[in-house]
């Protein structure tokens, strides 16, 4: 069955970094486009990063533009979110995604907390 596992989360100063992992399986990971959401504590889940199948186009929330970068790696099964000069506002449970003709796919989620 179709597994997308998040990992990566953590807590981090104002102005740090972290990468974040999703590992996906049980479907052909190379033919769809990814997604990272988020959804902070009382808002509704956003959109974040996309990410084309053969990681050819990207697409960014404007609020995290020049700071996030999204890629994959289709060998591996696996997209990236690499996060750089966080603020607090990026506080929030990180979603990996992708969709196909019948339904819309989430992994558990990873906790990111940006505090001093």
């Known amino acids: 069955q179709v597994q997308l596992v998040e990992s990566g989360g953590g807590l981090v100063q104002p102005g740090g970094s972290l990468r974040l992992t999703c590992t996906a399986s049980?479907?052909?990971?190379?033919?769809?486009?990814m997604n990272w959401y988020r959804q902070a504590p009382g808002k509704e889940r956003e959109l974040v990063a996309q990410?084309?199948?053969?990681?050819?186009?990207?697409h960014y929330a404007d609020s995290v533009v020049g700071r996030f970068t999204i890629s994959r790696d289709n060998a591996k099964n696996t997209v990236y979110l690499q996060m750089n000069t966080l603020k607090p506002q990026d506080t929030a449970v990180y979603y990996c995604?992708?969709?196909?003709?019948?339904?819309?796919?989430w992994g558990q989620g990873t906790q990111v907390t940006v505090s001093s």
């Open positions: 049980g479907f052909t990971f190379h033919r769809y486009s």
């Open positions: 995604n992708f969709f196909d003709a019948s339904r819309i796919y």
């Open positions: 990410i084309s199948s053969n990681s050819g186009g990207t």
